[in-house]
């Protein structure tokens, strides 16, 4: 008679948990990188101690300029973009981006 090989039962490998990771945040739109800033004044686009609420909303600005939106123009004004000559105009277009007054003084990045 023939006797069969004694079986051994399958052992599995260990078992080891992957790491986890926190879920990523969503911390909202985060405005473009701009270019080297041509080093204007400060321009304080919503007016003097006065902040944008509306970030995200897009400004159809006049002929020859692209579309921004109300964080981005706020931003340039801080970093130098907007032409001292320039600065009040932009206010004029801002009627959207909800500017209200800060406690804290604007100040250049």
Known sequence: ????????PDTAAPVTAEPTTAAPVNLGPVPAPLPPSPGFPLCEVCGEGRRVTNPSVLLVLPPGFDPSTCIRLERAGREGFIDPGDCSLVGLVLGPCGCEDTLAPVTRL
Do not use: I
């Not at 008679?1 to 051994?8: E, F, I, K, L, R």
């Open 1 to 8: 008679p023939t006797t069969a090989a004694p079986v051994t």
